[in-house]
């Protein structure tokens, strides 16, 4: 059973900076659609950045575009979200995601991630 694992969340003040990082247990590495998506206190989870491993392809959700990167270290078994300028509205639970391996397919939608890790707590404080 492949599950993924997130780590480098924590608290910062605003304008600060925060890696996270997720590694899947899987020991193929076929080309897989992977992400990172986030649910603040009382909101519904929302789209925050996908990378698809077969051609490092990236895909931001515009409040987070030009603030957060995303990569991957090997390919189809880890990713880092790198988040720079920090504001408190980033404030929320960070959780991984992998799923289609279509690369046409890769990108922002949830429904194509059938596979979540338990999360990753990020409190930005102003």
């Known amino acids: 059973q492949m599950f993924l694992m997130e780590s480098g969340g924590g608290s910062v003040q605003t304008g600060g900076s925060l890696r996270l990082s997720c590694a899947r247990s899987?020991?193929?590495?076929?080309?897989?659609?992977m992400g990172w998506f986030r649910q603040a206190p009382g909101k519904e989870r929302e789209a925050v950045a996908a990378?698809?491993?077969?051609?490092?392809?990236?895909y931001y959700s515009e409040s987070v575009k030009g603030r957060f990167t995303i990569s991957q270290g090997r390919p189809g078994i880890t990713i880092y979200l790198d988040m720079n300028s920090l504001k408190p509205e980033d404030t929320a639970i960070y959780y991984c995601?992998?799923?289609?391996?279509?690369?046409?397919?890769?990108?922002?939608?949830?429904?194509?991630?059938?596979?979540w890790g338990q999360g990753t707590q990020v409190t930005v404080s102003s």
């Open positions: 990378i698809y491993s077969g051609n490092s392809r990236t």
């Open positions: 899987v020991s193929n590495t076929e080309s897989v659609c």
């Open positions: 995601a992998a799923g289609t391996r279509a690369s046409s397919l890769c990108g922002l939608d949830p429904t194509f991630f059938p596979s």
